[in-house]
Structures are given as C-alpha cells and as structure tokens.
C-alpha cells in the first residue's frame, strides 16, 4: 500500500504557473504508475496527466499539452506536476493518484488507480 500527500497549490493569477508535488509513502514508489486528476466544483473529475512507471511514457489531456509537465522523482518518492500559462478553466481540486504494476503504461482510467492523494485546491482568478 502507498500514501500520497499533495502540495503546492493556492491562489494564482491568470496566465501565472504553479507546480505541485505529491509526495509517496510505504511501498517502493518505482512500482506505481501515477497520474493526476482534477475536480472543479460541481463537474466530475476529469484526468489532466499520467506517467509511467520509471518514466518511460506520459501522456496528457488535450486542454493541458503544452501547457503543463507530469515527472516524477523516484529517488524522492515524487510525483510533480508543473502548471504553466495558467487558466481560470483550471480552477479545480488536484489529485495525485498511484497504480501499482510491472508495466509502463500511463493510463488516464481513473478506475484503473487504486490510491489516491486527498487533493490540493488550485484557484486561477482572471
């Protein structure tokens, strides 16, 4: 089993970056490939990036390519996500989430992710 703890978010101006960070715990974080999700009030939750175990692959949503980085630190046990050019449609709650497996795959199916962060709020005023 792993833990995931995410920070870094708050309050940024339109076309500003953030970076958040989510942070692994128990078991080895080079077994898990991660991904984040987020979930703006009152919509469901939407995937925004995955990475691979090992980071071999990575793959985002339409609305955020070009725009935002997935990586990953395995000596850190990280997981981060980069958020440049910043939009108000980006206003939502983040999450980190972690699948274990042996392959390198970055899946963007939610169902497939067996733990989950408990979110880090990012708010993008115009």
């Known amino acids: 089993q792993v833990q995931l703890v995410e920070s870094g978010g708050g309050l940024v101006q339109a076309g500003g970056s953030l970076r958040l960070s989510c942070t692994a715990s128990?078991?080895?974080?080079?077994?898990?490939?991660m991904a984040w999700f987020r979930q703006a009030s009152g919509k469901e939750r939407e995937f925004v990036a995955a990475?691979?175990?090992?980071?071999?692959?990575?793959r985002y949503t339409e609305s955020v390519k070009g725009r935002f980085t997935i990586s990953r630190d395995d000596a850190e046990s990280t997981l981060y996500l980069q958020m440049n050019r910043l939009e108000p449609e980006d206003t939502a709650v983040y999450y980190c989430?972690?699948?274990?497996?042996?392959?390198?795959?970055?899946?963007?199916?939610?169902?497939?992710?067996?733990?989950w962060g408990q979110g880090t709020q990012v708010t993008v005023s115009s």
């Open positions: 989430a972690a699948r274990p497996t042996e392959n390198v795959i970055a899946t963007r199916t939610s169902p497939m992710y067996d733990y």
């Open positions: 128990g078991r080895t974080f080079t077994d898990y490939a």
């Open positions: 990475i691979s175990r090992i980071g071999v692959n990575r």
